[in-house]
């Protein structure tokens, strides 16, 4: 049988993906990436270990709970089930999400651990132990298209679908990726866990960072860089002093909520200017933007010769917008048909097709917004 290597994480999304590549005839072998959390109970040199028993583990030390069940379904399944500490690859997602935030940006660090570390160091494994390709629970397709490369699809539940955070993966490394649970929905998807016996069958859903389990980002942005000097005043768009605030980095771009101070009417976090400590609030006419410029992008096909019609999708939650993009550089400028809100400088911005809208086409890193009128 052809070996593949899964990212197990003990949801039921890669665990159910296990059952799926068992009965499409793989032999699988079962990866948890250890975050190398600083604990005594992580502590191990070994690149390559099965991990510890769940019990010597601490809530949010590698994720214990989760290692737990990843290793309870590898052992429903009778796959082998290995954990490799990533503790350098996970440290370089929490400086890039910690150093975003302290640049006046909006991280993605899911986007940023699939680049780096799932379908990076992952396939790097993979060959290691002869293995064809990789997996993970990911809602997405790989498929191949009319010129023989590998395209990348949204995932048939557009509820669940995680082509988004996809956008950065080589086409090279598509094309050695498998995603099982890309053309099922959630609910046949837990079905499937709950017929194969696996407990994880009715586990939640994470709905937060992997290294910030109590979505506190400020108090972690703090923690790993130190304390710094980020109160500064609340502004408006002339540049008017409208109040003050207790740090920067506690905003993002679109935010109306959580701002500490009322004032009489809506208010949106229009900018971060860390420079002067300032954030810029306004009206959501202010927040609306006509397109955006990015940069560093990854394209998934030809990189386009002049304008090319499609649609953008900004940021995770968002119904991608119909557009005109333009390569430029190592980068593209996107033009709405319609402005949108919430362009947020730090995060992706994702390119479907035109003529296939589940097709991603390449994506970049939004660097600013253009400003309706």
């Known amino acids: 049988m052809p070996r593949i290597v899964l990212a197990m994480s003990g949801g039921v999304d890669s665990s159910a993906a296990a059952v799926l590549l068992q009965r499409a005839g793989w032999e699988v072998v079962g990866l948890f990436m250890r975050s190398g959390a600083e604990a005594e109970v992580c502590a191990n040199d070994s690149p390559l270990t099965v991990l510890p028993s769940a019990k010597a583990h601490k809530q949010g030390c590698c994720s214990a709970s989760d290692a737990a069940d990843a290793r309870r379904v590898a052992d429903r399944l009778d796959i082998p089930f290995h954990a490799l500490n990533f503790a350098g690859e996970f440290g370089r997602i929490k400086?890039?999400?910690?150093?975003e935030y302290l640049a006046g940006r909006t991280p993605n660090p899911c986007v940023q651990c699939n680049n780096w570390l799932k379908f990076g160091r992952l396939h790097e494994f993979a060959k290691s132990i002869g293995a064809e390709a990789v997996a993970s629970g990911h809602y997405a397709r790989v498929e191949t298209a009319a010129d023989g490369r590998p395209a990348l699809l949204r995932g048939v539940d557009r509820r669940?679908?995680?082509?988004?955070?996809?956008?950065?993966?080589?086409?090279?490394?598509?094309?050695?990726?498998?995603?099982?649970?890309?053309?099922?929905?959630k609910p046949e998807i837990r079905e499937l866990a709950a017929e194969a016996g696996l407990r994880v069958a009715d586990k939640p859903d994470s709905q937060e960072i992997c290294f910030v389990p109590d979505n506190d980002y400020a108090g972690f942005v703090n923690r790993h860089r130190g304390a710094r000097e980020t109160a500064g005043e609340f502004v408006d768009p002339t540049g008017a002093a409208?109040?003050?605030?207790?740090?920067?980095?506690?905003?993002?771009?679109?935010?109306?909520?959580?701002?500490?101070?009322?004032?009489?009417?809506?208010?949106?976090?229009?900018?971060?200017e860390p420079d002067e400590r300032r954030v810029v609030l306004g009206s959501r006419e202010d927040l609306r933007c006509d397109g955006l410029t990015a940069d560093r992008a990854n394209w998934l096909i030809d990189r386009p010769a002049g304008p090319l019609r499609c649609f953008a999708q900004i940021r995770y939650q968002h119904r991608a917008a119909a557009c005109e993009v333009t390569a430029e550089g190592d980068g593209f400028t996107v033009r709405f048909e319609e402005p949108q809100e919430g362009v947020a400088p730090g995060q992706a911005c994702v390119l479907y097709g035109a003529e296939e809208p589940d097709r991603v086409l390449g994506g970049g890193w939004i660097r600013s917004g253009l400003r309706a009128g």
């Open 95 to 99: 400086d890039y999400f910690a150093d």
């Open 160 to 185: 669940k679908d995680q082509s988004y955070v996809l956008f950065g993966v080589s086409g090279e490394a598509l094309a050695e990726t498998r995603f099982p649970c890309g053309g099922l929905t």
């Open 242 to 272: 409208i109040g003050e605030h207790p740090g920067y980095e506690r905003f993002t771009v679109g935010q109306r909520k959580g701002l500490g101070m009322a004032f009489g009417e809506p208010k949106f976090v229009l900018r971060i």
